[in-house]
C-alpha cells in the first residue's frame, strides 16, 4: 500500500527539505551507540521504578495507590534484607534517572531529522512504526520530566503523581522495547560496518559524515565539523558526571552529602540526635500538641480485643536498637540509630503472632499515606520496630513522637510516625 | 507472507512487535482514563514533547548555529560551548529549586531552610568558564611552543 501518495512529491521548504540538517556527527552509529548506551540506562531505571512499585506492598490493605488491581500482576513479598535495599533501589532510580537526561537530549538530538522525514509515511508499516516512536519520545519526556518535577516538590501538575508515572512507565517499556526490536538490525550494522568504539578514535580533522543512510540521518550537506564524536559522548558524560555530583550525596549521605550542591533533600536541619531529614514535620501532617500530650495511648488490636498503651507503658516493654535507613520514593536516604518495642513484642502482647498482616494508623488526619499495612514478614523481623528514641533521645515531634513504625527496607512513608493504632489481621 | 509485505511494507514481527506494544500502551492509557485530571496528563504527555521537539531543541541547535559562526576559530568554539553547555543542563534540570520555584514548598514539607541553589549554581558556572578558560589559554601556549 502505497501511502506516499497521499502527500505532494516536493517536501514543503524548511526542516523537510534534504540538507536542512548540517552535523556531519549524525548518521546511524552515532545514533546507536548513543542508543545502546541508554538502553543500559533505561533498563534499570524502569526496573527499580517498577520494584519501587512492588516494595509498597500495593496487594495489603489500603497500600495501593495505583487503583487496586488495575496495577500489572508483577508485586510480591518485598524483601526485609538487606535493610538498605530500598535506599538502594530509590537511589539507582532517582539518580540514574536524572544523570540519564543528557544522553536522551543528544539521543533525540541524533534522530531529530527522522522527525520531518518526507513524505511523513509511505507504508502502513511507517504510519505504524512512527506512532510508536511518538509514545516513545512523548513517555520518555513524560517520566523525566514529571519524576525530575515531583523529586524537586515543584508540583505544577493536577494529577496524581505515582498513578500517572505508574502508566506512564508501561507505555515507555512497550514503546522502548519494540523500538529496540525493530532497530536493534541497525543497531548491529552499524557496529559491524565502522566497529563499536572505532569512531572514537577520529580527531576532528577524521571527522567525515558516515555515507549517506536510507533513514536521512546523515546530513546530505553536511558543513565541517567543529567537534568530534568522542567530543559529542564526553560532553555527555561531563553533563551526566556532573548530575551525578550534584545529585547523588542526598543518597550516599556523609561527606558526599555536602558534596549535591543542587540535591533538594540534602539539607541537614539544625544540630542534635534529631538532625536528620524529615518528610513531612507535625505542623505540615496537622498533628496537634495534646494530640501527642500526657492522653496519648497506642492501641493494639486484634479483632474486636483492643488493649491501650501510654508511651510510658512502651518504654517498660523490651526495648531493642537497630540502625536503618529511612529511604524516600524521592531519592534522598538517611540511616540513624532507633530504639523502641519489637513489632513481634507487640504482636505478642497482642496475641497475634500468627497475623496475616498489621494495619498502622497515624495520628495524622488526613491524607493517603496516614496509614500502611505491614506483612507478617515485616512485622515478624527481629529489627521491625515501634520506635520512640532515636540516637538515644526521645524522637522529636517531626520525627514521629511519641511512636513511629521502623522496618528494614521499607519505602519511606510507610514509616508511619505519631502511630495511634496498630490493628492486627487474624489469618482468615 | 510476500502479499503482507507488499501491503504493510515491512516483516510480520514488524507488525506483531508493534501490535503487542500498542496493545500494551493501550491498557495503560484505558487505566488513566477514569484517573483524577485526565485531561492534565495529557497535556503534559503532549506538551512535553512539543516543548522538546519544537522549543527546546530549536533553540539550543540555534544558539549553537550563532554562536558557531561568530566564534573567531573553530578551536575557541569548544572552550565556550562545553561549561555553556553543562550550566544550561544543570538548570534545566534543577531550575525549580535553583529558581526558587519550588524551594517553599520544600520548606512547607520539611521544616528545613532550602535556600541558595542559585548562588551555588552561578559558582558552579564560574568555575565550569574558569577551568575552560584555563585549558584555552594552556592549551594554545602549548599549541604555539
Not at chain 1, 35 to 45: K, P, Q
Request: charged share 15%; glycine share 8%.
Amino acid at each position: 500500500m502505497n501511502l506516499a501518495r497521499l502527500f505532494p512529491a516536493t517536501a514543503p521548504p524548511g526542516p523537510f527539505r534534504p540538507g536542512f540538517f548540517k552535523s556531519p556527527l549524525r548518521g546511524p552509529w552515532l545514533t546507536a551507540i548513543l542508543g545502546s548506551l541508554l538502553l543500559v540506562a533505561m533498563t534499570i531505571v524502569a526496573l527499580t521504578g517498577f520494584l519501587s512499585h512492588a516494595a509498597y506492598m500495593p496487594d495489603l490493605g489500603r497500600n495501593a495507590i495505583v487503583p487496586a488491581g488495575a496495577d500489572l500482576p508483577l508485586t510480591f513479598g518485598w524483601p526485609l534484607h538487606p535493610s538498605w535495599l530500598y535506599a538502594l533501589n530509590q537511589g539507582l532510580h532517582v539518580t540514574l534517572g536524572i544523570i540519564v537526561i543528557p544522553l536522551v537530549l543528544a539521543k533525540l538530538w541524533s534522530v531529530i531529522p527522522r522527525l520531518f522525514a518526507w513524505p511523513p509515511v509511505a507504508t502502513p508499516a511507517m504510519a505504524i512504526e512512527r506512532l510508536a516512536i511518538g509514545l516513545l519520545v512523548s513517555s520518555a519526556v513524560f517520566q523525566l520530566a514529571t519524576g525530575v518535577a515531583d523529586a524537586q516538590n515543584y508540583y505544577l501538575f493536577k494529577f496524581n503523581f505515582v498513578v500517572a508515572h505508574y502508566y506512564g512507565a508501561i507505555v515507555f517499556v512497550a514503546s522502548m522495547a519494540v523500538h529496540v526490536i525493530v532497530k536493534m538490525p541497525v543497531v548491529l550494522r552499524a557496529y559491524s560496518e565502522r566497529g563499536v568504539l572505532a569512531p572514537l578514535r577520529d580527531d576532528l580533522a577524521h571527522t567525515v559524515p558516515e555515507p549517506r543512510d536510507e533513514d536521512g540521518l546523515v546530513a546530505a550537506e553536511p558543513a565541517a565539523p567543529s567537534i568530534t564524536r568522542r567530543g559529542l559522548l564526553g560532553l555527555v558524560g561531563a553533563g551526566s558526571g556532573l548530575l551525578l555530583v550534584a545529585t547523588a550525596g542526598q543518597t550516599i549521605g556523609g561527606p558526599l552529602r555536602r558534596l549535591a550542591f543542587l540535591a533538594p533533600r540534602a539539607e541537614q536541619p539544625g544540630s542534635g540526635p534529631n538532625a536528620f531529614q524529615v518528610n513531612k514535620t507535625a505542623m505540615g501532617a496537622g498533628i496537634k500538641p495534646k494530640m501527642t500530650g500526657a492522653d496519648y495511648r497506642l492501641t493494639v488490636g486484634l479483632g474486636n480485643r483492643t488493649q491501650a498503651f501510654s508511651r510510658e507503658d512502651l518504654l517498660g516493654m523490651p526495648q531493642r536498637t537497630e540502625t536503618l535507613p529511612i529511604a524516600c520514593v524521592e531519592g534522598w536516604s538517611t540511616t540513624q540509630t532507633w530504639t523502641g518495642v519489637p513489632l513481634a513484642e507487640l504482636a505478642r502482647v497482642a496475641g497475634a503472632t500468627g497475623a496475616r498482616a498489621v494495619l498502622v494508623e497515624s495520628l495524622q488526619p488526613a491524607g493517603i499515606l496516614n496509614q500502611a499495612t505491614l506483612s507478617r514478614d515485616q512485622f515478624s523481623d527481629d529489627r521491625a520496630l515501634l520506635a520512640l528514641k532515636v540516637n538515644g533521645a526521645d524522637l522529636s515531634l517531626d520525627h514521629g513522637y511519641p511512636a513511629r513504625i521502623i522496618v528494614p527496607a521499607l519505602p519511606g512513608v510507610h514509616n508511619t510516625k505519631w502511630v495511634k493504632a496498630l490493628t492486627f489481621e487474624s489469618k482468615a | 507472507m510476500k502479499r503482507l509485505r507488499e501491503h504493510y511494507g515491512d516483516t510480520p514481527l514488524h507488525l506483531l512487535a508493534h501490535l503487542a506494544a500498542l496493545a500494551l500502551a493501550g491498557f495503560a492509557v484505558l487505566q488513566l482514563v477514569g484517573s483524577r485530571a485526565v485531561g492534565n496528563i495529557a497535556l503534559w504527555f503532549l506538551g512535553a514533547v512539543i516543548l522538546h521537539d519544537f522549543l527546546l531543541l530549536p533553540f539550543y541547535a540555534g544558539i549553537d548555529r550563532v554562536g558557531s559562526r561568530l566564534a573567531r576559530s573553530v578551536r575557541a568554539v569548544n572552550y565556550l560551548r562545553v561549561p555553556l553547555a553543562l550550566s544550561a543542563l544543570l538548570l534545566l534540570v534543577y531550575f525549580p529549586v535553583i529558581l526558587s520555584r519550588s524551594t517553599s514548598t520544600l520548606d512547607g514539607v520539611s521544616g528545613a531552610q532550602h535556600s541558595g541553589f542559585l548562588g551555588r549554581w552561578l559558582l558552579v558556572t564560574a568555575a565550569l568558564f574558569v577551568v575552560s578558560a584555563v585549558l584555552y589559554v594552556v592549551r594554545g601556549r602549548r599549541a604555539a611552543a
